[in-house]
């Protein structure tokens, strides 16, 4: 309460100190190569301790009382600039960076400030460059932003070639991943091997674990914000690869020097095209191929307004010919712009359009016997934002979102012998909406508050059939229908709101030190029905609905920031406890696919997931890398399943071990490694059985949840970066070749594990012999050798 109070007086005395003779200097920071906006750039007063950072778009705003000033304006990498100011008014003073020579021959880990990791509000926040994770070793020799945050602490993955990722314990579909706010429902290609995101048109990826600020909603656990390159504005580059599964390309250009460019960038395996003189005749038709497309676009009016338009799409295409088989895809849109309404008010209005599809077909007599299915999640969204620089100490936040989200689970028609059933489940509707106010604060140099309130409210809308459930004959079996009603379109259904508040402190003990926590009451309102041990595309997405109720999430964080050595070593030590509410489980052998009654085998439990997060940076030299370590529990408790008892849920991982290294043999060579250690996560296996007409079936006594695991999980990746020209200045032309093992010792990971009678039926009064199989998606050493290239 007292910081609350010391808050409102400190806001309070900013709104009065802007009646005095104070000026405001205002304006972006770019990369003076190529226009991009340097998102996080630090401009600072010398001697006064005033300062601020620039938003995502590269926008700032400092006001001070007037006078004479040195602004300094720095971003690491980047030659530092110092420049006289007379601030006897307001002014727009624009920066463009150049690189610091002398940075570009260390591998450098971070994009952000030196001291960020320890001055900032923020805490449970990650960041990398794309520079970064482009020296990571990959799998096939393929930069991967999905695979790069999952070397970073409390990110898992259930296993090899797993969709997704999990976040301090929580869901895949807890994640809310956006792709210039728009959000992708499924960011995996080939089942999980590769992301949908391609390098050449990423400029930077934050995730955040905990102490998620009031402006982001609608998932539990993080939000990974994924920001597209705004294209070179100042003359054509020309970047691509070529590499042992697909290649890719990118166009970018200035279609006005300075005030438009754009950006266009593509993607495409080559399974298919491969394996294609090795087919036979009846598989000459074979498709086994992803692509993706992005492009993006932008102008600048003027000096207070900016537009900005980008687009995704992309597939996997599953078909051993003609139109059967199976894909899968998304697609999204972007419009926004920028607009200041004064040098101390900066807003961005968006409007995204998001849509997730898959569809199998099958059949090569269409009219006799085939069987067509597509399903969907489409949604649209607007949403206002606003920044007000009220003083450099004091920054207030506010805006809102409203979504339209439209649900098609199934559009399936089965033909048999020329008879025609159609099997399709019921469109749903549902509208989102939210409305937050958030404050940043630095009090008494040495305190900094976060602290913020979202309003959120969901619409369960009609225009289907409303079911209606009883209790079940007994706790495991699903739920009887006991009623069936018509809605109208448009109708509500079921609703609800709810106040998610959202506070974070970081306390500075010294200039090398400090101490943060953050709280989080987090809602999500739609859920991904799946029973299998990893998302695949076919999972189900549902609004809550009259018979799911939305989940929710508190978080509690607290955490230790140390630098070393002129912040040449960072040390970050974080703790966590999560309560989780009303979380989506299912019955034993709950049958999700082409179901219209699936809500009665759907249960809802609590949860709780706590941890500890460890991790060591060396940020300079030519030796660089980090170290994290992760431990952590994960569990659930739901009615109905495990004898009602506590179980680990199958996110569970105890240990979890990174070690990323990189070494700049020479400006030439640069040599890099990973190694993971995870322990297994959690199986549900049988403890008993029985003989059936000499057969032997495996039986759960106990009807215990998750009561075995697997096998714990690690592997050791290496790549060599060889640039053959020693200076490269002057030279259009830029080529790099990158050579990469994964899984150097051919560890053989299980992704899961499952028990199975040996073939063959038992002799009458003989022992059956069972066996447990270990499935492992790679198990083998996997080289790799990749050309990238950069023409200007």
Same mark, same amino acid.
């Given at each position: ?91 727009? @003073? ?11 021959? &260390? ?18 926040? &990650? ?16 930069? +991967? ?79 990974? +914000? ?41 993607? @495409? ?85 998001? +849509? ?64 025609? =059933? ?15 106010? &958030? ?46 009603? @018509? ?103 709950? +049958?999700? =696919? ?120 690690? @592997? ?77």
């Amino acid at each position: 309460m007292k910081y609350l109070l010391t808050a409102g007086l400190s806001l309070a005395c900013s709104l009065l100190l802007l009646a005095q003779e104070n000026a405001t200097v205002r304006g972006y920071v770019r990369d003076a190569a190529n226009g991009e906006s340097l998102i996080g750039a630090t401009l600072y007063l010398e001697g006064t301790g005033k300062g601020t950072v620039t938003n995502e778009y590269g926008f700032y705003s400092l006001t001070v009382p007037s006078g004479d000033y040195t602004l300094v304006v720095t971003y690491l990498g980047y030659a530092e600039q110092r420049v006289p100011l007379a601030l006897n008014g307001n002014q727009t @003073r624009d920066f463009a960076l150049g690189e610091a020579g002398s940075v570009l021959e &260390e591998v450098v880990v971070t994009a952000t400030e030196e001291d960020d990791n320890v001055s900032t509000v923020q805490m449970s926040v &990650e960041r990398l460059d794309m520079g970064t994770i482009e020296k990571l070793p990959s799998l096939l020799g393929e930069v +991967d932003v999905l695979r790069s945050i999952q070397l970073l602490p409390g990110v898992t993955s259930v296993g090899e070639g797993a969709a997704g990722f999990n976040v301090r314990g929580g869901s895949i579909d807890q994640n809310l991943v956006i792709l210039d706010e728009a959000p992708v429902f499924n960011s995996s290609h080939l089942f999980g091997f590769f992301s949908v995101f391609n390098p050449d048109a990423v400029k930077g990826v934050k995730l955040y674990k905990g102490g998620i600020p009031a402006r982001y909603g609608g998932r539990l656990s993080s939000i990974l +914000d994924v920001r597209m390159k705004e294209g070179n504005n100042q003359q054509l580059e020309v970047q691509g690869g070529i590499g042992t599964i697909f290649s890719r390309l990118s166009v970018e250009a200035p279609l006005v020097k300075d005030k438009s460019s754009f950006l266009l960038a593509g993607r @495409r395996s080559y399974i298919d095209v491969l394996a294609a003189p090795f087919l036979n005749d009846e598989l000459a038709d074979t498709r086994l191929n992803f692509y993706d497309l992005t492009l993006k676009t932008n102008y600048r009016f003027s000096d207070r307004d900016q537009v900005f338009l980008s687009g995704y799409r992309g597939r996997d295409i599953f078909s051993p010919g003609g139109d059967q088989g199976f894909s899968w895809g998304n697609v999204t849109g972007t419009l926004r712009w920028n607009h200041l309404f004064s040098d101390k008010l900066f807003s961005n209005l968006t409007l995204y359009y998001s +849509d997730y599809d898959y569809a199998i077909k099958f059949g090569d007599q269409p009219e006799q016997d085939a069987f067509n299915w597509d399903a969907s999640i489409v949604n649209l969204s607007l949403k206002p934002e606003f920044s007000f620089y009220l003083t450099p100490d004091n920054v207030l936040r506010f805006g809102g979102q409203a979504i339209h989200y439209r649900f098609e689970p199934a559009n399936a028609v089965a033909v048999s012998a020329g008879e025609e =059933i159609d099997i399709s489940l019921s469109r749903q509707w549902a509208v989102e909406s939210s409305a937050y106010l &958030e404050n940043e604060l630095n009090l008494f140099d040495r305190l900094k508050l976060n602290y913020g309130l979202r309003l959120s409210h969901f619409a369960y809308l009609g225009g289907r059939n409303v079911y209606t459930f009883g209790e079940p004959l007994r706790r495991g079996l699903p739920r009887p229908l006991s009623g069936v009603g @018509r809605s109208e379109s448009g109708e509500i259904i079921s609703d609800w709101l709810y106040l998610e508040p959202r506070a974070a402190a970081q306390l500075t003990l010294n200039p090398t030190s400090s101490v943060k926590a953050s709280y989080q009451r987090t809602v999500q309102y739609i859920h991904l029905l799946s029973n299998t041990t990893a998302s695949i595309p076919l999972d189900i997405w549902t609004p809550s609905t009259n018979n799911i109720d939305p989940q929710r999430a508190n978080q509690y964080a607290v955490g230790y920031f140390r630098n070393f050595s002129d912040n040449a070593y960072e040390l970050s030590l974080e703790g966590y406890y999560k309560q989780l509410y009303d979380l989506i489980d299912y019955i034993d052998g709950a +049958d999700l =696919i082409l179901n219209e009654l699936v809500e009665g085998q759907v249960l809802a439990g609590r949860g709780r997931a706590y941890g500890l997060e460890f991790q060591l940076k060396k940020t300079e030299g030519r030796a660089s890398g980090w170290l994290s370590y992760t431990l952590a529990r994960t569990e659930r408790l739901v009615e109905g399943i495990n004898n009602n008892a506590w179980y680990p849920n199958r996110f569970d991982q105890t240990h979890n071990l990174n070690l990323s290294a990189f070494y700049e043999l020479s400006d030439r060579v640069t040599l890099s490694s990973t190694f993971v250690y995870n322990t297994g996560t959690p199986t549900t296996l049988a403890n008993s059985g029985y003989y059936q007409l000499g057969y032997f079936i495996p039986h759960n006594g106990g009807n215990a949840r998750n009561n075995f695991r697997i096998p714990d999980y690690h @592997r050791l990746d290496f790549s060599l970066t060889l640039d053959p020209a020693k200076d490269k200045s002057g030279r259009r032309w830029q080529g790099q070749w990158v050579f990469g093992v994964y899984n150097l010792y051919a560890r053989r990971n299980p992704f899961t594990v499952y028990g199975t009678q040996v073939d063959g039926r038992a002799p009458a009064g003989g022992p059956v012999e069972t066996e447990a199989i270990k499935l492992s998606v790679v198990g083998s050493i996997i080289p790799s050798v990749s050309y990238n290239f950069t023409f200007q």
